[in-house]
């Protein structure tokens, strides 16, 4: 790492040599990271990291993070927002996208209570599609003003690609089957506090 407090992008290679010499907090949904995650990786969904700073501080003072999430925007906002509170962390380049596509194994857990499903990315595409659909469908059948959904939408999604943030994931990380369970997030700030 370059700077102490610096977020640094590290590459699927270069993460796959070092990947013991890691703690890797996994800051996406627990659906998401039940779906497949790096090996060894623990879950701190990005919304409950200022929860977790304790912990991650005392990672961070034993060894290097790496935060990984889908395609790496969500980890590198969160290395930033780690960067502020003083503990260095690396994020990973392409997420686990990249590792997979890189032909990286992802660990996929047993069912614990958390079911497997779509990645905040796929939930996004299919949400912004079938919204569009659906304001150009009413538009045609019931009133053209119908049409501005679909419109806003796609405002939305230009509006997502300049500043690298996704309102739409944010209310749809909300939903229940993305929200975290408190008994994983504290089993998971025990393991951090054990290593």
Do not use: Y
Request: some cysteine; proline content about 6%; hydrophobic content about 45%.
């Amino acid at each position: 790492m370059t700077s102490p407090h610096s977020p640094v992008a590290i590459g699927a290679e270069q993460a796959r040599t070092r990947l013991r010499e890691f703690t890797v907090i996994d800051v996406r949904t627990p659906g998401e990271f039940a779906s497949g995650h790096l090996p060894g990786a623990l879950n701190i969904p990005v919304d409950q990291l200022r929860r977790a700073l304790p912990e991650i501080r005392h990672a961070a003072e034993r060894g290097e993070v790496l935060l990984v999430c889908a395609s790496g925007a969500r980890s590198g906002n969160a290395c930033g927002f780690l960067a502020e509170q003083g503990i260095p962390a690396a994020t990973l380049t392409g997420g686990t996208a990249g590792w997979a596509g890189a032909g990286h194994e992802l660990d996929r857990p047993v069912a614990r209570g958390t079911k497997a499903g779509w990645s905040m990315e796929q939930q996004v595409r299919f949400t912004a599609g079938t919204l569009v659909l659906l304001g150009l469908v009413l538009g045609l059948l019931v009133h053209p003003a119908f049409e501005i959904l679909s419109a806003g939408i796609a405002g939305g999604l230009v509006f997502s690609a300049l500043t690298d943030t996704c309102g739409m994931a944010a209310v749809l990380g909300r939903l229940p089957h993305n929200r975290p369970r408190p008994a994983d997030l504290a089993a998971t700030l025990a393991a951090l506090r054990a290593r």
